[in-house]
């Protein structure tokens, strides 16, 4: 059954779901809603018209969503900013930052201190490092890992499907790889399976169509190339 939940850290018209797990610490703004099989931790902030644990629709590329049945977790400390949306089975760390109106797809992990941005969308079974930053507007594409402290500017666009009228199963889709330490720059475009080695920057505007394996260095251009700086 859901309710009407009343509660002196709970803003107005707030519905949590029979089936949700919530420290008494926690707070909740107005309208917002939190579905079952949600673990909220203490000292966690969530804004107005958020919703948590929403279950995504399942199509004819996405039979396994029908099989999420790890808890969707929002560790300690963990703030989450006006009307963002955090989907069935994503994990959240620790004091992770989530900006207004961000999209936090199924199966997500986020790991501790990462700041999302605002409107960034985080798709399907993505995985961010601790530390690691990704700023507004950007795609973080299905399948996408990120690695600790990495600094990913705005308006990036990943991408795991180069051919998405031949509906693959999301399992099949390769999202691009960024090792430790990796900087994008902003409206930077990277393709399927990219690898990006260790403490690499990628120039603004660039696109990445192959791996990038000289570590602590500098790529920029279309297609990225390696530059020497001097």
């Given at each position: 059954?859901?309710?009407?939940?009343?509660?002196?850290?709970?803003?107005?018209?707030?519905?949590?779901?029979?089936?949700?797990?919530?420290?008494?610490?926690?707070?909740?703004?107005?309208?917002?809603?939190?579905?079952?099989?949600?673990?909220?931790?203490?000292?966690?902030?969530?804004?107005?018209?958020?919703?948590?644990?929403?279950?995504?629709?399942?199509?004819?590329?996405?039979?396994?969503?029908?099989?999420?049945?790890?808890?969707?977790?929002?560790?300690?400390?963990?703030?989450?900013?006006?009307?963002?949306?955090?989907?069935?089975?994503?994990?959240?760390?620790?004091?992770?930052?989530?900006?207004?109106?961000?999209?936090?797809?199924?199966?997500?992990?986020?790991?501790?201190?990462?700041?999302?941005?605002?409107?960034?969308?985080?798709?399907?079974s993505a995985v961010i490092g601790d530390g690691s930053k990704v700023m507004t507007g950007s795609n973080i594409c299905g399948n996408m890992i990120i690695g600790e402290n990495v600094f990913v500017g705005v308006h990036v666009c990943a991408v795991?499907?180069?051919?998405?009228?031949?509906?693959?199963?999301?399992?099949?889709?390769?999202?691009?790889?960024?090792?430790?330490?990796?900087?994008?720059?902003?409206?930077?475009?990277?393709?399927?399976?990219?690898?990006?080695?260790?403490?690499?920057?990628?120039?603004?505007?660039?696109?990445?169509?192959?791996?990038?394996?000289?570590?602590?260095?500098?790529?920029?251009?279309?297609?990225?190339?390696?530059?020497?700086?001097?």
């Amino acid at each position: 059954m859901e309710g009407i939940v009343k509660n002196h850290r709970h803003g107005e018209n707030v519905i949590i779901y029979e089936g949700a797990e919530i420290d008494e610490s926690a707070e909740i703004g107005h309208f917002s809603i939190i579905y079952p099989n949600v673990v909220i931790k203490s000292g966690v902030r969530i804004s107005s018209s958020v919703i948590i644990g929403k279950r995504p629709s399942v199509g004819k590329n996405q039979v396994a969503l029908n099989e999420i049945k790890d808890p969707t977790l929002i560790a300690e400390g963990v703030f989450i900013g006006d009307q963002a949306i955090v989907y069935d089975g994503a994990k959240i760390g620790k004091g992770t930052y989530l900006a207004d109106k961000c999209l936090i797809r199924e199966n997500v992990v986020l790991g501790e201190q990462v700041v999302i941005g605002t409107m960034v969308v985080v798709s399907f079974s993505a995985v961010i490092g601790d530390g690691s930053k990704v700023m507004t507007g950007s795609n973080i594409c299905g399948n996408m890992i990120i690695g600790e402290n990495v600094f990913v500017g705005v308006h990036v666009c990943a991408v795991a499907d180069n051919t998405p009228h031949s509906l693959s199963v999301r399992e099949e889709h390769r999202g691009p790889v960024l090792s430790d330490g990796v900087f994008i720059g902003s409206n930077v475009t990277l393709l399927p399976n990219v690898k990006i080695s260790k403490g690499i920057t990628v120039g603004s505007g660039s696109i990445v169509s192959k791996d990038l394996d000289q570590e602590n260095s500098f790529y920029m251009g279309s297609p990225a190339k390696f530059y020497k700086l001097k």
